[in-house]
């Protein structure tokens, strides 16, 4: 299994409960937490994929679909809707960042594979990172987290720019992507914490 099938599991899993969370929290029925679960697992891969002229890989393989049924009935069974104070929680936040960096991780790879430059390579990294929440977002009528997000999309960002110079020294490998993986997530929590944010105009 390569890199880029390990971030884009990991991401999909991440991402499909903290999807889930999102829906309780929202007071969706058993449908609404399906399709916010899958919007969120799917959406920014599917934008990925669209732009980097490849087969969208949930439409070419039966594992991401399972991976997201199987999620949500494990949130079901293990009463992970029963989570109050969703924002301030420890669950949503882990699942939401392990997501965001994965694919970010994944969005700057096939952005690399594909020889896009720098300005696609952070721009992939980050629209496969916040694509499916901000769709999500949408459906359920919230501002997406992205505008408003302490330090969100500015992980992908930087996320997108380390896989850029590791590509540029050659230095792109297994030991190095996980290095930029724990990197990213501690970046993104510490950023939650210490509630950074990037500047507002007032």
């Not at 007071?27 to 697992?41: N, P």
């Not at 992970?80 to 991780?105: M, P, Q, Y």
Request: proline content about 2%; aromatic content about 10%; charged content about 10%.
């Amino acid at each position: 299994m390569s890199a880029l099938e390990i971030a884009d599991i990991i991401g999909i899993i991440s991402f499909a409960v903290s999807g889930f969370l999102i829906a309780v929290h929202m007071k969706l029925d058993i449908l609404g937490i399906f399709i916010s679960a899958f919007l969120t697992a799917f959406g920014g891969g599917l934008i990925r994929d669209i732009i980097a002229n490849q087969k969208p890989f949930i439409f070419t393989d039966i594992l991401p679909f399972t991976l997201v049924i199987i999620t949500v009935i494990l949130s079901i069974i293990f009463k992970l809707h029963k989570i109050t104070h969703l924002e301030g929680k420890k669950a949503f936040v882990l699942t939401d960042t392990i997501g965001l960096v994965s694919f970010s991780i994944s969005g700057a790879m096939i952005a690399h594979d594909v020889g896009f430059n720098v300005v696609g390579v952070v721009l992939l990294a980050l629209l496969t990172a916040v694509g499916g929440g901000t769709l999500r977002d949408i459906v359920i009528n919230r501002i997406p987290a992205v505008l408003v997000s302490d330090f969100y999309g500015a992980v992908a960002i930087i996320i997108g720019l380390i896989i850029y110079i590791l590509d540029c020294l050659e230095w792109i490998n297994y030991i190095n992507l996980l290095i930029t993986f724990a990197f990213g997530i501690a970046l993104r929590l510490h950023a939650y914490y210490k509630k950074w944010h990037l500047p507002k105009l007032s």
